[in-house]
């Protein structure tokens, strides 16, 4: 809806195949077979071979710091000396890595709400103080100075890029939003009732089907190749939603216009019609600023589904079909659809959000874009949101009395002890989902504009894995099912 196109022409056209540096291949060397055996860990030469080659990035972590200090466990007649681990924001964590093998005891954590999964240089996040940097730099600075490809390269390689990588980034990203055409067709053969998430995790493992050098499941192939594959991801989900979208709507999927910024092409490939002006570029701003908010978050479901699946040796492509899914859940990636869909049904049923904060504190329902498992004093991205929603809907002109319930449900929530007492605030989806229904998005696509935006974090974190993990990632469980018990034929069931 509501976006203006006037004048605005695009040609239209087949996708061509997608352009792709030549790839690498590597021969195994006997390091590399000696490597792939203790599960995917790398040598040094290895990997120094792959910087020298220019085609990746290691950001090594320094040694881990261990305190003097050391914590004691004592059960039965013995105790345990467990050594405390520092990060390099002073974060402590008991290291429990040799307790079962002297123990025989494992740790029990339902949620994971107290481990520590891994070590990783890419997203602080101190929950207390609202605190979210992406490679040291506070996202607060990164949202107002700089922009979202911007930030793809920092979360993939570690630094910020130089104006001559970022221009080389821009024009890669801009030429792989065309799909191949193989790819197209099976996202818009799918089954007409698949929802925008299932066809975008589909569209990956396509895309992937695609180039099958950039998923080779191959690690020395896979992080060689890498770059490419990384680039790809980011610029063809956008065209992997508008493609969905447009099957849905009957439409066909507009060319890719590589004249166009990545939001702009994405909301032309989305909405776009013969004639109509260029996007308001606040428009676009506002579109570009939730994707760089939602770039990255360390440790969260989708992510460590993304790292989950990488540390069994899986390629970036079939990483992120994984997280996608992850990401889908209404607890996670798919809040920003429940928020608005409870802030319509608030509307609809002409509460003014009075009886629907009751209900929320009766346990009947819940506060959807409330809350969060790491935030307990307010989530920087929601801060940030309010006023780009501000801004966004200032720009298109329209109100929006779902915008007015939010800001009560806001104004109410924070000031109930019920609220105050849990430490509950709104999260980075209480606002998005607004700006999105004003962008004219479906609510069915908006978990997908999450998706596009958090994609430089999950590959992020799957080269951290793929070029520093060392084992597969495997917890352990306290079985509660039955005991031995002999098997019962089935007519004396
Ligand atoms: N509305 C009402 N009560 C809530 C809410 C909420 N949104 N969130 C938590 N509570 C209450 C719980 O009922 C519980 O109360 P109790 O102590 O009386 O039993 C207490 O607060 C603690 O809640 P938990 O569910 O244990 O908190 P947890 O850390 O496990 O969950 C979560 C965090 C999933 C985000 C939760 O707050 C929630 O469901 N929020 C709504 C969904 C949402 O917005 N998700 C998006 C998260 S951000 C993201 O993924 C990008």
């Keep these: 809806m509501i976006l203006g196109w006037k004048n605005f022409k695009l040609t239209m056209g087949l996708p061509s195949p997608v352009e792709l540096s030549p790839p690498i291949v590597l021969q195994p060397s006997s390091t590399q077979k000696k490597v792939r055996k203790r599960e995917c860990s790398f040598t040094e030469t290895f990997l120094k071979t792959l910087i020298r080659s220019g085609r990746t990035f290691v950001y090594p972590f320094t040694p881990l710091s261990i305190m003097s200090d050391k914590a004691s466990l004592n059960f039965g007649d013995s105790t345990y000396?467990?050594?405390?681990?520092?990060?390099?924001?002073?974060?402590?964590?008991?290291?429990?890595?040799?307790?079962?093998?002297?123990?025989?005891?494992?740790?029990?954590?339902?949620?994971?709400?107290?481990?520590?999964?891994?070590?990783?240089?890419?997203?602080?996040?101190?929950?207390?103080?609202?605190?979210?940097?992406?490679?040291?730099?506070?996202?607060?600075?990164?949202?107002?100075?700089?922009?979202?490809?911007?930030?793809?390269?920092?979360?993939?390689?570690?630094?910020?890029?130089?104006?001559?990588?970022?221009?080389?980034?821009?024009?890669?990203?801009?030429?792989?939003?065309?799909?191949?055409?193989?790819?197209?067709?099976?996202?818009?053969?799918?089954?007409?009732?698949?929802?925008?998430?299932?066809?975008?995790?589909?569209?990956?493992?396509?895309?992937?089907?695609?180039?099958?050098?950039?998923?080779?499941?191959?690690?020395?192939?896979?992080?060689?190749?890498?770059?490419?594959?990384?680039?790809?991801?980011?610029?063809?989900?956008?065209?992997?939603?508008?493609?969905?979208?447009?099957?849905?709507?009957?439409?066909?999927?507009?060319?890719?216009?590589?004249?166009?910024?990545?939001?702009?092409?994405?909301?032309?490939?989305?909405?776009?019609?013969?004639?109509?002006?260029?996007?308001?570029?606040?428009?676009?701003?506002?579109?570009?600023?939730?994707?760089?908010?939602?770039?990255?978050?360390?440790?969260?479901?989708?992510?460590?589904?993304?790292?989950?699946?990488?540390?069994?040796?899986?390629?970036?492509?079939?990483?992120?079909?994984?997280?996608?899914?992850?990401?889908?859940?209404?607890?996670?990636g798919g809040a920003n659809m429940a928020v608005i869909n409870m802030l319509n049904d608030i509307h609809n049923s002409g509460d003014d959000g009075s009886k629907f904060i009751q209900s929320a504190k009766e346990g009947k329902s819940r506060l959807m874009g409330f809350g969060h498992r790491v935030y307990r004093n307010y989530d920087p991205r929601a801060k940030i949101l309010k006023s780009a929603c501000d801004q966004a809907l200032e720009a298109l002109g329209v109100s929006s009395p779902i915008l007015d319930i939010a800001r009560r449900l806001e104004e109410v929530a924070l000031q109930d002890p019920y609220f105050i007492d849990r430490k509950l605030y709104p999260n980075v989806d209480f606002y998005s989902g607004i700006i999105l229904q004003a962008l004219g998005f479906p609510t069915d696509t908006f978990t997908v504009l999450f998706a596009i935006g958090r994609a430089p974090g999950w590959l992020a974190h799957w080269k951290e894995i793929a070029q520093t993990g060392k084992r597969i990632h495997r917890p352990r469980q306290i079985y509660q099912g039955a005991n031995l018990r002999p098997y019962l034929s089935i007519e004396n069931r």
């Design 81 to 332: 000396s467990l050594n405390v681990l520092i990060g390099s924001e002073n974060e402590k964590a008991l290291d429990v890595r040799q307790l079962r093998k002297d123990s025989g005891l494992i740790t029990f954590d339902d949620g994971y709400g107290n481990t520590g999964s891994c070590e990783s240089t890419v997203t602080f996040i101190d929950g207390d103080k609202g605190i979210l940097r992406y490679r040291g730099y506070d996202i607060a600075e990164l949202a107002e100075k700089s922009n979202f490809l911007e930030v793809c390269l920092l979360l993939l390689n570690g630094e910020l890029p130089s104006s001559q990588e970022l221009t080389a980034f821009e024009s890669k990203v801009s030429r792989f939003q065309t799909l191949p055409a193989e790819v197209l067709h099976a996202v818009q053969s799918m089954p007409g009732g698949i929802h925008p998430m299932g066809s975008l995790a589909s569209g990956l493992q396509a895309l992937g089907g695609a180039c099958p050098h950039l998923c080779t499941n191959d690690r020395a192939q896979d992080i060689a190749n890498f770059e490419d594959a990384a680039a790809l991801i980011i610029a063809a989900l956008p065209a992997l939603a508008a493609a969905n979208y447009r099957k849905k709507v009957g439409e066909e999927l507009r060319v890719s216009d590589t004249s166009l910024n990545y939001c702009e092409n994405f909301l032309s490939m989305m909405f776009a019609k013969d004639g109509d002006a260029p996007v308001n570029p606040a428009l676009s701003k506002a579109l570009d600023v939730i994707f760089l908010l939602h770039a990255d978050h360390e440790q969260n479901c989708s992510t460590s589904t993304c790292r989950m699946i990488a540390s069994g040796g899986a390629n970036p492509f079939a990483s992120l079909a994984g997280a996608v899914s992850a990401l889908w859940g209404p607890l996670h």
